[in-house]
């Protein structure tokens, strides 16, 4: 087994790996899945496909994603993570470019699910990688921060997709993600695979650690029902708000942009806001008041005026949603500190698999000929599910 000395790294050096797996989430989320959502409106509006259509292409990423989760479980060991992760950021580019190219449904759709597979891949590997050089270096508290790429990626998604609406339809509105996603993924990898890591102890062999508890027992089930909870309920406004936005206002107004620059400033300073929340008031009473405040976005949007309930959807479904998902994974390392890697691997996948069945239960209501809005009321009720559950998970020792 190679060792390394567990020296603390440099500022510099610090910033320069959390920077690279900032900047590889911001490729695969913001500019792979995140930027569908303020597309969507436009591409339907170009006629490249209808409301109902684009809900399963949003469906065919998710299950991509799902799958991609599945696959980072399954090569999890830093050997394989050094092939898949820049792999997977270079079929990210690839799926991007034949986007530009199309605008057959069928082949968009695939192609949606590829670009899925590789976000999985990267959205587990990345800061899997990273959380392992700051072990070894004591700096694992710092690993979260790579989630405020998620946000930036947000942020540059809205501004790619208004500056570029004027002059750009149809399959052309992916070029300029397709161009920014070639220099960042590119800086992005090369980071990320100059850092040394020592192979572990029986990692050669492929055979799984063992663990003293089950991954499912009485204080994890009601973990993970309450993030399956928390999955749908955010994915629907997460992937809809904008095209919600254009059905409840008139041509022109400013929230139809927005809406989604909204919720990308909210998301950027959402990491160390729930961080600091959860070291202040313990994380599970944080995760509490995360899920009440996502689900009053989620109920704004269906209940409140249109100007009004889409801005508190956004403002408040934008700055929790990314704190669900630390608080959760930091509870669920609480509950079992042995196989914390294994739990959160279960719980990303989890999540990838609601993530799936929002947009799949929204078309469904569609073709059945309800609205978007009470399409949203299916994201209401899963997080008051989800909250429910949260209620059940035992508090850490």
Not at 74 to 97: F, K, Y
Request: proline share 6%.
């Amino acid at each position: 087994m190679t060792t390394l000395p567990q020296t603390a790294p440099s500022p510099r050096e610090l910033f320069s790996v959390l920077a690279a797996g900032a900047m590889v989430l911001l490729v695969v989320h913001g500019l792979g899945r995140f930027v569908y959502t303020p597309l969507l409106p436009h591409l339907v509006d170009d006629g490249q496909f209808g409301a109902g259509e684009g809900a399963a292409v949003a469906t065919w990423n998710y299950l991509g994603y799902l799958m991609g989760a599945l696959l980072a479980i399954r090569w999890h060991r830093v050997d394989q993570i050094r092939t898949l992760l820049p792999v997977s950021l270079a079929v990210h580019v690839a799926t991007t470019l034949i986007l530009t190219q199309t605008d057959h449904l069928t082949v968009i759709s695939a192609t949606r699910w590829l670009n899925g597979v590789a976000n999985g891949i990267v959205f587990v590997q990345a800061p899997a990688l990273i959380l392992e050089w700051l072990v070894l270096r004591n700096r694992a508290a710092m690993s979260g921060l790579v989630y405020i790429g998620v946000g930036l990626g947000l942020l540059l998604s809205s501004g790619v997709v208004t500056g570029s609406n004027d002059w750009l339809q149809g399959a052309g509105r992916w070029w300029p993600v397709a161009l920014l996603s070639v220099p960042l993924a590119w800086w992005g990898a090369a980071r990320l695979m100059a850092l040394e890591l020592p192979v572990r102890e029986g990692a050669a062999s492929g055979k799984p650690v063992k663990t003293t508890t089950p991954l499912l027992d009485r204080a994890s089930i009601p973990l993970f029902l309450s993030y399956a909870g928390a999955g749908l309920g955010y994915i629907l406004p997460m992937t809809f708000l904008p095209l919600l936005a254009k059905l409840q206002l008139p041509s022109g107004h400013w929230l139809l942009n927005g809406t989604w620059l909204i919720v990308a400033l909210v998301t950027i300073p959402a990491p160390w806001l729930w961080n600091r929340l959860g070291a202040r008031l313990g994380d599970l009473p944080a995760l509490k008041l995360n899920f009440i405040i996502q689900l009053a976005g989620v109920l704004a949007a269906v209940v409140l005026p249109s100007e009004i309930g889409l801005i508190l959807c956004a403002a408040l479904v934008g700055s929790t949603f990314l704190g669900t998902v630390l608080l959760t994974q930091r509870i669920g390392r609480a509950l079992h500190p042995h196989q914390g890697p294994r739990l959160s691997a279960a719980m990303v996948a989890l999540y990838g698999f609601t993530q799936m069945v929002g947009p799949w239960l929204t078309k469904q209501w569609l073709d059945a000929g309800g609205t978007l809005v009470s399409a949203f009321g299916i994201g209401v009720a899963a997080l008051a599910f989800g909250l429910v559950f949260v209620f059940f998970v035992p508090a850490s020792e």
